[in-house]
């Protein structure tokens, strides 16, 4: 009986198998952000976009993963930003 347990755990792991890793790119796609334009004037809403994107003041500049989070964020101040991509 016992060896009908040891076959049964044998079958259990045979049957779990990992996925195949991912490879990753050696460089990810980035965007290059910098404010050029001041917040004076503009809505509170997008205050907060350019502080999320973590800009600070004119000409400060980030580089972000292009995401389609930061993307929708960008289209958002699109009037206060220069983009470039890579």
Sequence with gaps: MPEKVTQAKETA?????????????????????????SLIGSTKRQRE???????????????????PEIRGMVTKVAHLLQVVEG
């Design 49 to 67: 976009t350019v502080q999320g994107l973590g800009l600070r003041r004119i000409r400060h500049t980030v580089e972000l993963q292009d995401t």
């Design 13 to 37: 792991t045979k049957k779990t198998k990992k996925a195949p890793a991912k490879k990753k790119s050696k460089k990810a796609a980035g965007l290059k952000l910098t404010l050029v334009k």
